[in-house]
């Protein structure tokens, strides 16, 4: 085995620490949509104005755009750390090594499944938030 540069062991503690915060990162940010939309119905609900509510499904609409392009912004990152671990895992190890210690892998789709997930929560969460403000009862 040849002893590894110091730069592509940089490298490489750089992209685990990066993955491991991006994926911190995801659920960080689902949370505070879900909380933006719940705070946009609690807020909605004690206006008596039509127009005011379709203010109010404009921002909930509007927030879950943004959590989806928070989201597909980590997912970019992190397919950019992906991709470093696997050039280091390709170039600083043999095929035997890479095989013995199962190294690497060519990343799919299979990976993004949990972001996949969260885009479903997020759309789900800005749907129901406008519907349930559209059908609110008028305050007495």
């Known amino acids: 085995m040849q002893k590894v540069p ?9 992209a685990l620490a990066n993955i491991m915060f991006i ?8 949370g505070y949509v879900l909380a933006a939309q719940a705070a946009v119905y609690i807020v909605a609900k004690e206006s008596a104005e039509q127009w005011v509510k ?21 997912s970019a990152g992190l397919k950019k750390f992906r991709d470093r671990l696997e050039w280091i895992y390709d170039n600083a190890f043999t095929a035997d090594e890479r095989a013995g210690l199962a190294l690497g892998y060519k990343h ?31 305050p007495a």
């Open 6 to 14: 110091k730069r592509i062991e940089a490298v490489y503690q750089d």
């Open 23 to 30: 994926r911190k990162q995801q659920w960080t940010v689902t």
């Open 54 to 74: 379709i203010l109010f499904v404009f921002f909930a609409a509007l927030g879950g755009l943004y959590g989806i392009v928070a989201l597909r912004e980590l």
């Open 108 to 138: 799919s789709k299979r990976n993004d499944w949990v972001f996949d997930g969260l885009y479903g929560v997020i759309i789900v969460a800005a749907i129901v938030t406008g519907l349930g403000i559209l059908f609110l009862k008028q």
